[in-house]
């Protein structure tokens, strides 16, 4: 029904899968038996090109959404930093206002005195903050701070806004 098949168990890795039917053979030296598949009495090993093609093509698109998954983590993180940083210079804006008009009272002038809207571009480097003050009802002032920058030609901004009192009419 087989033919019998001469194999040498010492020439490396073999692979099995081919069509047909199993036979088992026997080697002198080791006296184990392996499973062959046998395809018109012919012992078929190895890998076609489509399979090799198919394993490649599989393993590069692993690799390439690998890599751009690594590359849009390190965009968001650049992102999330710089708004980070934007959020504390708005609160810095604030607190800047703020400090003028606690001097003011200590300095026993008018609390309004010294607080004025302004632009202050170039705050560690790319970061352009602007000072907005308004006066809503006498002895209410509204600040309202907007940090604005550029990353990967896109522009952002942050802002934020608090009012003010005289609490020492």
């Known amino acids: ?29 080791s006296m184990s038996k392996i499973n062959y598949k046998l395809h018109k009495n012919r012992l078929l090993t190895g890998f076609t090109l489509i399979e090799t093609l198919v394993a490649i093509f599989v393993i590069t ?20 930093s710089d708004r980070l940083t934007a959020a504390y210079l708005t609160q810095e804006g604030i607190e800047i206002v703020r400090n003028q008009r606690d001097t003011n009272w200590l300095r026993r002038v008018n609390w309004k005195e010294n ?8 705050i560690l480097g790319k970061f352009n903050r602007t000072i907005t003050i308004t006066e809503i009802v006498p002895n209410v002032l509204n600040v309202l701070v907007k940090v604005n920058w550029q990353d990967r030609g896109r522009d952002y901004d942050f802002s934020a806004q608090e009012n003010l009192y005289n609490w020492k009419p």
């Not at 899968?17 to 088992?24: D, F, H, I, T, Y």
């Not at 607080?115 to 170039?122: A, I, K, Y």
């Open 61 to 80: 698109t692993g690799l390439m959404a690998a890599v751009t998954l690594i590359q849009r983590a390190m965009i968001l993180t650049s992102v999330s």
């Open 115 to 122: 607080l004025t809207s302004r632009t202050e571009p170039g």
């Open 1 to 29: 029904m087989f033919k019998c098949l001469n194999v040498k168990m010492n020439k490396g890795f073999i692979p099995l899968e081919v069509l047909g039917r199993k036979k088992s053979i026997t080697n002198n030296k």
